[in-house]
Every structure is written in C-alpha cells, then in structure tokens.
C-alpha cells in the first residue's frame, strides 16, 4: 500500500482539509482501504491484494468484504468496482469496532462522540495513567 501510495497509483481519504492521506487502517486480522470507486482504482487495489496473497500466503475473503460508496460515486461506477472486486456493496452504515465506517451527512467524523468518552475515562496500568 505505501508503495502503490508513493508512486501515486492510489489516493487515500482525508479526515480533514490540511490533514495527511489515509489509505488503510489496520486492526488485527481485519483491514479498511480508502481508495477511488473507479476501474483503475479497483484494477490496482486487486493487484495490491493479489500480491498480499502471494507474499503472505494467506487469502482475502472477498464473501466477507464489503465495500461503501460515497454519496457522490454513480451507480455504474459502484457496480464496476463491486464487480472487479468481488465485494458486497454495503447499503447501510455498518459498524467496525464500535466506529461507523462513514462520515455523515454533515461531514463530521461520528467516531468524535467516542473518542470524546474515552478521554473522559482514565485507567490506571502499572501506576501510569492513561488517558484512552
């Protein structure tokens, strides 16, 4: 992914207008990628995956995978990708880890709330507090 990122091949999701390019996240066995709902952004993210497969030797359960569509992406567009792909087009915002996996219709990151709550909750480790 950063190669792909570097040579500029795949774009990325900016949480704010100053802010970095994000092309993944990573959590345990799971992964969420940002990318373009186009034919060369699907045709790149496959040859992504399909290396990962090969290095790794471990496979990507495209039945599992689901893909979400910005409000600006047309229906063509959404079905080609999903097609190339092999993934489900999710249709409502689904949750990963208690954080929905959009931005809503204001354009505010939903996860704030959350984040919020946990900075108020401290937790103490081996006499360090930490603020979560």
Same mark, same amino acid.
């Given at each position: 992914?950063?190669?792909?990122?570097?040579?500029?091949?795949?774009?990325?999701?900016?949480?704010?207008?100053?802010?970095?390019?994000?092309?993944? +996240?990573?959590?345990?066995?799971?992964?969420?990628?940002?990318?373009?709902?186009?034919?060369?952004?699907?045709?790149? +993210?496959?040859?992504? +995956?399909?290396?990962?497969?090969?290095?790794?030797?471990?496979?990507?359960?495209?039945?599992?995978?689901?893909?979400?569509?910005? +409000?600006?992406?047309?229906?063509?567009?959404?079905?080609?990708?999903?097609?190339?792909?092999?993934?489900?087009?999710?249709?409502?915002?689904?949750?990963?880890?208690?954080?929905?996996?959009?931005?809503?219709?204001?354009?505010?990151?939903?996860?704030?709330?959350?984040?919020?709550?946990?900075?108020?909750?401290?937790?103490?480790?081996?006499?360090?507090?930490?603020?979560?």
């Amino acid at each position: 992914m950063r190669t792909a990122k570097r040579r500029g091949l795949i774009k990325g999701a900016k949480a704010s207008r100053r802010g970095p390019e994000i092309s993944h +996240l990573l959590f345990a066995d799971d992964c969420i990628i940002f990318g373009e709902a186009t034919n060369r952004g699907a045709k790149i +993210l496959k040859d992504i +995956l399909q290396d990962y497969e090969i290095c790794s030797g471990q496979c990507v359960n495209f039945t599992k995978s689901t893909v979400f569509y910005s +409000l600006n992406t047309t229906e063509e567009n959404k079905e080609a990708v999903s097609t190339m792909l092999g993934f489900r087009i999710a249709t409502n915002p689904e949750k990963y880890l208690g954080l929905p996996n959009m931005i809503g219709e204001k354009r505010k990151f939903k996860g704030a709330e959350l984040i919020n709550k946990k900075q108020r909750r401290r937790r103490w480790k081996g006499g360090i507090q930490m603020k979560l």
